[in-house]
């Protein structure tokens, strides 16, 4: 059978990249063909970073804004320790801090019960900046705020990164 890209019904299927998820408060990196995704970004923060040259990506989803508010082992829970380790990682395996580039998304509202300052969402992505300006990574991309959750989904050959949330299209940074 004969199929429009010029190959045939015999020949040897597309290969899917490999899924790779991270859960709430967990970090992943990826250096082939990886489908880096997170779910349930509501104040959440997704974090993806990337390096063209090395196509080297990560993604971290962080709960809190910074490891000195509250006691913690685990670095990925939090925005400012969470980007940290990532960008460690990341340099671990080969990427450079000076070519990354950075795409975030989530910060909602969506359950904000503080009756002044700021909430966690909003405290989220101002932490994500900050800590993102110590490396200088630039934010080349950004879905932040609102009242509405969101998925991510990284491809790790590309640095793209596809937003979904409900009742809304798809966004790609």
Not at 24 to 33: H, P
Not at 123 to 136: C, I, P, Q, S, Y
Request: hydrophobic share 40%; proline share 3%; glycine share 12%.
């Amino acid at each position: 059978m004969k199929v429009y890209d010029g190959t045939t019904a015999e020949s040897e299927p597309a290969t899917q990249p490999e899924r790779v998820k991270v859960g709430i408060a967990e970090s992943k990196v990826a250096d082939e063909d990886a489908l880096l995704t997170t779910s349930g970004l509501g104040s959440c923060l997704g974090v993806a970073v990337y390096d063209r040259s090395t196509a080297v990506a990560g993604l971290v989803h962080v709960m809190l804004p910074s490891i000195d508010e509250m006691e913690g082992d685990n670095d990925a829970k939090f925005a400012d320790s969470g980007i940290r380790a990532l960008v460690a990682d990341m340099e671990r395996r080969g990427a450079d801090r000076e070519r990354m580039e950075a795409k975030i998304a989530g910060g909602s509202d969506m359950l904000d019960f503080s009756e002044n300052g700021s909430g966690i969402g909003v405290r989220n992505v101002e932490m994500g900046r900050r800590t993102l300006a110590e490396f200088d990574i630039p934010i080349v991309g950004e879905d932040v705020g609102g009242d509405h959750g969101r998925s991510l989904r990284l491809k790790a050959t590309s640095g793209e990164l596809v937003v979904k949330s409900a009742n809304r299209d798809p966004l790609t940074l």
